[in-house]
């Protein structure tokens, strides 16, 4: 598909449902593209469940974790903390990977 990717996500809240949009881009022949991988029901919005279901997003669209470059999200502790958050998890797996 293509060697390298950034992939995007903010939750966002439709009454009592949150909804998480996945985001990928990433560059082709003819120019930089986005495209939307999926749409999760996000039940709990701790950093563990979000690694989870993103990471399986990853995977069911054959997205290799070792060609992920960049996150992108908004800035709660949730995804970007210092601590234990969507991003440290991903980057005990992925020592270079950069916040956007």
């Known amino acids: 598909m293509f060697h390298f990717f950034s992939i995007c996500y903010d939750a966002s809240n439709k009454g009592n449902i949150k909804i998480v949009p996945i985001v990928v881009q990433f560059f082709s022949k003819t120019g930089v593209k986005h495209?939307?991988?999926e749409f999760i029901e996000q039940m709990h919005e701790s950093a563990d469940d979000l690694f989870a279901n993103i990471e399986y997003v990853l995977e069911a669209n054959?997205?290799?974790?070792n060609q992920l470059?960049?996150?992108g999200s908004d800035n709660t502790n949730v995804n970007v903390g210092n601590h234990h958050s969507v991003f440290t998890l991903f980057e005990k797996l992925l020592p270079g990977l950069m916040k956007r």
């Open 35 to 37: 495209w939307i991988l």
């Open 62 to 65: 054959e997205l290799k974790l």
């Open 69 to 71: 470059v960049s996150l």
